[in-house]
């Protein structure tokens, strides 16, 4: 298949072999290598220094003559993207009919601030890595309660509180009776905080706000050292700023301060079961879906990202522009090369220069580290078809449909915004995905060709396959197969309407992604500073 008319190589949907003659578009071509499916094919004779056209955009030069029906590989292509003006004009936007989504709600946990989350959940969290164990050993008392002999007080404290009793007459065992039905407790760990540049901890303040302030999050417990860079005033400035009427509670024990790691546990876990139980009362009612933050992202692609799952996500990222809802787009090295069409798409000059800004700087510090964005393909990626930065990120920016851009964020900052959202985060799947939950997604979808386990401690991960195969081999971590597309038994709005009518039911609570199924909390800040 070709994906726009502009392109000048083909994509095989199939394995191909040396010697095959295919006729596209009345162009007969014989292979003159083997071809495996999701790689992409010569059309024509090509140069070296000729440019290589796909999804109507340049993606790469050919570094040496290429043969008509020769397999485009990183030995005879090179990076090569577009170069970028300020913003055009607009593109325009064609809006979608939702007639099908305008009526329909999701149950969600409505807050005061008005938004509404997919989850309850309760956070515990330090604001400085001194407070991991910390942090572990709570997880151990409030989850397992499997816990050494030398920390079976704690267990007992915690179940006195449950069954109303003393220390003395509650048994040595656990109960298996499940007292907290409506909240998850949920437990995260960083390196940060201390130890590096100031503003590497004010970014993770801002990061951590962003997870108290998501309506998935009930409520929060925060433990502190006391003499780190991310002070405590810090974090709370950062989460006035971002929610200066937020009624969550937010509980904060600093160990300096207490004193004794007796006492601090005895406080914390006191403490957080009763707020625990409060936050438990919150029962979900119905919302409209304007209420729901969609991020979109895609990790361990293939080359056939862009051609099924990615624009599969850009149909759902219109419908929800359309109805009022938003939508985030991430990784900003996997933008490069489309840049000047996102520039136009900004609803003015102010964000698309943001925009710009933002990626120069991004790209500066790359090369100033040695590399560059033209290292961004992975190994799996090329391997798979995706040979040149600007290939990968012509399929990736597919996520982002063709609506607005409403809003550009630099990591850290919150979405206000209805519409499509540009996000600066970087490709790493992990960072971008713990960026994408700060900034207040409620849903994830994470398109990938290659498989990832991946999830978020606060917020529900969807895993959207681009092709069939990854779905039959790896079925414990695919919630949605957008690899119909291209088999043909489903077009992009079929597979997008699904992946809609999973979102409701996920945010309703009624199902469960495999990622959270799995216990797959990943939460890695995205640290942009060096040590110090």
Not at 256 to 274: A, L, N
Not at 286 to 300: D, F, N, Q, R, V
Not at 359 to 365: L, Q
Request: with cysteine; glycine share 10%.
């Amino acid at each position: 298949m070709k994906v726009n008319a502009l392109d000048n190589i083909i994509v095989a949907l199939q394995n191909l072999n040396e010697g095959e003659t295919i006729l596209f578009e009345d162009n007969e071509i014989v292979l003159q290598t083997p071809v495996k499916a999701k790689h992409k094919i010569a059309e024509k004779d090509f140069a070296a220094g000729d440019p290589i056209i796909m999804y109507g955009v340049l993606v790469g030069k050919a570094s040496q003559p290429i043969r008509k029906g020769e397999v485009i590989s990183t030995e005879n292509v090179k990076h090569q993207s577009e170069a970028v003006f300020k913003k055009n004009g607009d593109l325009g936007w064609n809006i979608p009919n939702t007639d099908r989504w305008k009526d329909r709600t999701f149950n969600g946990y409505h807050r005061a601030d008005g938004q509404v989350g997919t989850k309850n959940v309760w956070l515990f969290f330090p604001l400085v890595f001194c407070e991991n164990k910390n942090i572990e050993k709570l997880k151990e008392i409030f989850e397992n309660e499997l816990l050494p002999k030398k920390e079976v007080s704690y267990k007992n404290f915690l179940r006195s509180l449950i069954e109303e009793k003393s220390v003395e007459e509650v048994e040595e065992k656990s109960s298996d009776a499940n007292l907290l039905t409506n909240i998850e407790v949920k437990f995260i760990n960083h390196q940060g905080g201390c130890g590096g540049i100031r503003q590497d901890s004010e970014l993770l303040a801002k990061l951590l706000a962003g997870y108290v302030n998501n309506p998935n999050v009930a409520g929060a417990t925060v433990l502190s050292l006391g003499c780190q860079n991310l002070q405590i005033d810090i974090f709370q400035k950062a989460l006035k700023e971002m929610s200066p009427n937020t009624d969550k509670e937010v509980l904060i024990f600093e160990q300096q301060q207490i004193g004794t790691t007796d006492k601090m546990f005895q406080m914390v876990i006191k403490d957080s079961f009763e707020a625990i139980k409060r936050a438990n009362q919150i029962q979900r009612r119905p919302a409209p879906l304007s209420k729901l933050t969609i991020g979109l992202e895609c990790g361990g692609s293939d080359g056939f990202s862009g051609i099924s799952a990615n624009p599969a996500l850009g149909v759902i990222s219109d419908t929800f522009a359309a109805l009022g809802g938003k939508t985030i787009l991430a990784e900003f090295p996997e933008l490069c090369g489309v840049e000047q069409e996102l520039m136009d798409r900004c609803v003015d000059e102010n964000k698309a220069d943001k925009f710009l800004s933002l990626m120069k700087a991004f790209e500066k510090s790359v090369v100033d580290a040695g590399s560059g964005f033209d290292m961004n393909p992975s190994p799996g990626n090329i391997k798979d078809g995706l040979i040149t930065d600007a290939m990968k990120s012509a399929g990736a920016a597919k996520k982002g449909g063709t609506s607005p851009v409403v809003d550009v964020l630099d990591y850290g900052e919150y979405v206000a915004k209805p519409g499509l959202n540009l996000l600066n985060t970087p490709g790493n799947d992990a960072e971008c995905t713990t960026g994408l939950a700060g900034a207040g997604a409620t849903v994830i979808l994470f398109t990938t060709g290659l498989g990832n386990p991946m999830g978020n401690p606060i917020t529900p991960v969807v895993k959207i396959s681009s092709n069939s195969a990854l779905v039959e081999r790896m079925p414990d971590i695919i919630d949605v197969n957008a690899g119909t597309v291209i088999t043909g038994e489903k077009t992009l709005q079929e597979v997008g309407d699904e992946i809609i009518d999973y979102i409701i039911e996920l945010a309703s609570g009624n199902i469960e992604t495999k990622a959270d199924q799995l216990k797959q909390d990943i939460f890695i800040p995205w640290k942009r500073g060096v040590s110090l």
